[in-house]
């Protein structure tokens, strides 16, 4: 089949996408500059508002992969996907109650001090270092995937978008920092919901209305949600995806450094639990209307699958394929289109080119290599960084190009990767008995396993039976041919059964490997003791989740600690308490400087002054001791 183009108007709205993002970029680099800190340019001041940062936490992930890859996955497999709405609820809503708030109250500018302190500095780079390495190869996918997908569909030359995207977010994101980056986050958002609505209305219109698409897809087998099969090898059932899933979604609001630097840019840790519940209600929204134009899509194709009747090369061009068969007549809505997959994009790299620039300077430069630098020196620095790592995530992009059959294991990676990531952070937070040695261990034993599946899943991958929903190409206007190759017996791996466990449950795997295996070296090495650590790095499971329970098994699941060692190190371990001559008020020895007036320090006795956060981010809150 011929070709279509884009026209001129669509051209027109894509330049204009590109451009805006670029002013924002000015508007914040020069016309209201304040980007001289670090602070000010990785986190924004922590002076952002709950609502814009909402949107950017929920594009920063949002990509065109995922833009293209929901409606493709519910038209070959069916619509179990959509569960993956509830597990990014309940992620958020995890977030924003147990893990948020505890980053908050350290005040890291990289997630990675934490391990750190809690652990040491192996474990610290171990983390930063796979962080760094996923985020660089997925933001390359991210940036040529899409651009291959509409070149294929639309003709639109596939280096122009990569160089135009990748030269775009790098100038908006290294001199506008971190506020420029939210805020073309929120314009990207915008269009991406526009985009997706364009295409839902005018699908439902071309296929003969709601009903009938429904209807359609449920006689096709596409309308699915009871597949409750307790088989790990089952792609996709209601507990895959709300458990594996769910953990997912909580290694990246939880524990992913791009999601970690949007909590600390707002203003209150209650305004950082709002965004976060804003996101969970934004991603489920986009999963569902992706899901419904999956659904749309098999029942315009119902009777004439483009991929099997080789219009298409690949799956996961048949969003753009529909997008110029329906909508080219009407000029401008394929532009919208576009500008809803660039603004994927746009919104990925961005965030992920900020996160690393922090990762780098923070754990690399002052930590792994010793320096110090000035505020201001550190904030130049990271524009400097943030103008490199766009031209090497540029680069990779073209050797991405080159990786071909590859791509879909490299983009498995990024589940690979951050499972243990969340299982180190996992060990620290609630297992107050875990040491370094188990940290380290468990999470270079956790990392093996997973890239040992992940091969075996890829090198078996032939070997296990297709789990594709039926196609038809009764009805296409071209006759199609269809030969079925005469395969040879294959030899079955006698681990298949364990190579073809779902996707999904990688990260469960991979946090139980570290749990298990680092709590076992942490018992053979000598675990921490009580009076051994600071209880500001624990998250008492009892106190979440067992706060019914006697004392005597909340004290059990406290490995030792009770309240009073808790309270006890909050004194040691909280900023003194001064009061400012001529002043009534109660400050922290932080504001202390600020103020620059004389003070005296106390300790009132019974008194515990929390600061969850400096000065600038909330106020202490101060309590007494039973």
Same mark, same amino acid.
């Given at each position: 089949? $011929?070709?279509?183009?884009?026209?001129?108007?669509?051209?027109?709205?894509?330049?204009?996408?590109?451009?805006?993002? $670029?002013?924002?970029?000015?508007?914040? &680099?020069?016309?209201?500059?304040?980007?001289?800190?670090?602070?000010?340019?990785?986190? +924004?001041?922590?002076?952002?508002?709950?609502?814009?940062?909402?949107?950017?936490?929920?594009?920063?992930?949002?990509?065109?992969?995922?833009?293209?890859?929901?409606?493709?996955?519910?038209?070959?497999?069916?619509?179990?996907?959509?569960?993956?709405?509830?597990?990014?609820?309940?992620?958020?809503?995890?977030?924003?109650?147990?893990? !948020?708030?505890? /980053?908050?109250?350290?005040?890291?500018?990289?997630?990675?001090?934490? #391990?750190?302190?809690?652990?040491?500095?192996?474990?610290?780079?171990?983390?930063?270092?796979?962080?760094?390495?996923?985020?660089?190869?997925?933001?390359?996918?991210?940036?040529?995937?899409? +651009?291959?997908?509409?070149?294929?569909?639309?003709?639109?030359?596939?280096?122009?978008?990569?160089?135009?995207?990748?030269?775009?977010?790098?100038?908006?994101?290294?001199? =506008?920092? !971190?506020?420029?980056?939210?805020?073309?986050?929120?314009?990207?958002?915008?269009?991406?919901?526009?985009?997706?609505?364009?295409?839902?209305?005018?699908?439902?219109?071309?296929?003969? =209305?709601?009903?009938?698409?429904?209807?359609?897809?449920?006689?096709? &087998?596409?309308?699915?949600?009871?597949?409750?099969?307790?088989?790990?090898?089952?792609?996709?059932?209601?507990?895959?995806?709300?458990?594996?899933?769910?953990?997912?979604?909580?290694?990246?609001?939880?524990?992913?450094?791009?999601?970690?630097?949007?909590? !600390?840019?707002?203003?209150?840790?209650?305004?950082?639990?709002? $965004?976060?519940?804003?996101?969970?209600?934004?991603?489920?929204?986009?999963?569902?209307?992706?899901?419904?134009?999956?659904?749309?899509?098999?029942?315009?194709?119902?009777?004439?699958?483009?991929?099997?009747?080789?219009?298409?090369?690949?799956?996961?061009?048949?969003?753009?394929?529909?997008?110029?068969?329906?909508?080219?007549?009407?000029?401008?809505?394929?532009?919208? /289109?576009?500008?809803?997959?660039?603004?994927?994009?746009?919104?990925?790299?961005?965030?992920?080119?900020?996160?690393?620039?922090?990762?780098?300077?923070?754990?690399?430069?002052?930590?792994?290599? @010793?320096?110090?630098?000035?505020?201001?020196?550190?904030?130049?620095?990271?524009?400097?960084?943030?103008?490199?790592?766009?031209?090497?995530?540029?680069?990779?992009?073209?050797?991405?190009?080159?990786? &071909?059959?590859?791509?879909?294991?490299?983009?498995?990676?990024? &589940?690979?990767?951050?499972?243990?990531?969340? @299982?180190?952070?996992?060990?620290?937070? /609630?297992?107050?008995?875990?040491?370094?040695?188990?940290?380290?261990?468990? /999470?270079?034993?956790?990392?093996?396993?997973?890239?040992?599946? #992940?091969?075996?899943?890829?090198?078996?991958?032939?070997?296990?039976?297709?789990?594709?929903?039926?196609?038809?190409?009764?009805?296409?206007?071209?006759?199609?041919?269809?030969?079925?190759?005469?395969?040879?017996?294959?030899?079955?791996?006698?681990?298949?059964?364990?190579?073809?466990?779902?996707?999904?449950?990688?990260?469960?795997?991979? #946090?139980?490997?570290?749990?298990?295996?680092?709590?076992?070296?942490?018992?053979?090495?000598?675990?921490?003791?009580?009076?051994?650590?600071?209880?500001?790095?624990?998250?008492?499971?009892?106190?979440?989740?067992?706060? %019914?329970?006697?004392?005597?098994?909340?004290?059990?699941?406290?490995? @030792?600690?009770?309240?009073?060692?808790?309270?006890?190190?909050?004194?040691?371990?909280?900023?003194?308490?001064?009061?400012?001559?001529? %002043?009534?008020?109660?400050?922290?020895?932080?504001?202390?400087?600020?103020? @620059?007036?004389?003070?005296?320090?106390?300790?009132?006795?019974?008194?515990?002054?929390?600061?969850?956060?400096?000065?600038?981010?909330?106020?202490?809150?101060?309590?007494?001791?039973?």
């Amino acid at each position: 089949m $011929a070709l279509r183009t884009l026209s001129i108007v669509d051209y027109i709205f894509l330049i204009i996408l590109l451009l805006s993002s $670029a002013v924002i970029g000015v508007l914040f &680099g020069f016309f209201k500059r304040k980007q001289s800190s670090s602070k000010e340019y990785l986190l +924004a001041g922590g002076s952002m508002g709950v609502f814009p940062t909402a949107l950017s936490i929920m594009v920063s992930f949002l990509s065109a992969i995922t833009i293209l890859g929901i409606p493709s996955e519910v038209y070959v497999y069916g619509t179990m996907y959509i569960y993956q709405g509830i597990s990014y609820i309940l992620s958020s809503t995890i977030t924003a109650l147990v893990f !948020m708030p505890k /980053f908050r109250e350290m005040n890291c500018t990289s997630a990675y001090e934490y #391990l750190e302190k809690r652990f040491d500095r192996k474990v610290r780079m171990c983390a930063s270092f796979s962080y760094s390495f996923l985020m660089l190869i997925y933001m390359a996918l991210v940036l040529y995937a899409p +651009a291959l997908a509409l070149s294929q569909t639309t003709g639109l030359n596939i280096w122009l978008s990569v160089v135009s995207i990748g030269v775009i977010c790098t100038f908006y994101s290294s001199v =506008g920092g !971190m506020k420029a980056v939210i805020w073309t986050d929120v314009l990207q958002a915008v269009v991406i919901f526009v985009g997706i609505l364009a295409a839902l209305i005018q699908g439902f219109i071309v296929v003969g =209305g709601v009903k009938r698409t429904f209807s359609i897809a449920y006689n096709g &087998g596409r309308i699915e949600f009871n597949s409750v099969s307790f088989d790990p090898r089952v792609r996709h059932t209601v507990w895959s995806l709300i458990i594996g899933g769910g953990l997912n979604a909580l290694s990246v609001f939880g524990f992913n450094q791009t999601q970690v630097q949007r909590y !600390m840019c707002v203003r209150t840790t209650r305004g950082a639990r709002q $965004a976060l519940f804003i996101n969970a209600v934004g991603n489920t929204l986009v999963v569902i209307l992706c899901g419904i134009m999956g659904i749309i899509i098999y029942a315009y194709y119902v009777d004439c699958d483009p991929y099997t009747a080789k219009y298409i090369s690949g799956i996961d061009q048949i969003f753009p394929y529909f997008v110029m068969e329906v909508l080219s007549d009407k000029k401008g809505l394929p532009g919208i /289109f576009l500008a809803c997959i660039f603004s994927g994009s746009l919104s990925t790299i961005s965030s992920g080119v900020n996160s690393l620039a922090a990762v780098f300077i923070e754990d690399v430069y002052k930590s792994l290599m @010793g320096r110090t630098l000035s505020d201001e020196r550190q904030g130049f620095l990271s524009k400097i960084l943030s103008i490199i790592l766009g031209g090497v995530v540029m680069l990779l992009t073209y050797i991405v190009s080159y990786l &071909g059959s590859v791509l879909n294991a490299a983009l498995s990676l990024f &589940g690979v990767l951050s499972g243990p990531i969340m @299982g180190v952070f996992f060990l620290g937070f /609630f297992f107050p008995k875990a040491n370094s040695h188990g940290g380290f261990i468990g /999470f270079l034993t956790s990392l093996c396993l997973q890239l040992w599946i #992940l091969l075996g899943a890829q090198l078996t991958k032939k070997q296990v039976k297709s789990k594709r929903l039926p196609l038809s190409v009764a009805n296409c206007s071209v006759p199609i041919n269809i030969t079925t190759p005469i395969t040879n017996p294959i030899k079955l791996n006698p681990l298949l059964d364990f190579y073809s466990i779902s996707y999904l449950w990688y990260s469960p795997i991979a #946090l139980g490997t570290v749990i298990t295996v680092g709590m076992i070296v942490s018992y053979l090495t000598r675990p921490v003791k009580p009076k051994e650590i600071d209880p500001k790095l624990i998250i008492p499971v009892s106190g979440i989740c067992c706060f %019914c329970l006697p004392k005597r098994i909340r004290d059990w699941l406290r490995c @030792g600690f009770t309240d009073d060692d808790y309270l006890e190190k909050k004194v040691q371990n909280n900023n003194e308490l001064i009061v400012p001559k001529g %002043c009534n008020t109660i400050h922290t020895s932080k504001i202390q400087q600020t103020l @620059g007036t004389n003070t005296i320090a106390i300790f009132p006795s019974g008194v515990v002054i929390r600061t969850t956060m400096n000065g600038a981010y909330d106020n202490p809150t101060i309590w007494t001791k039973d």
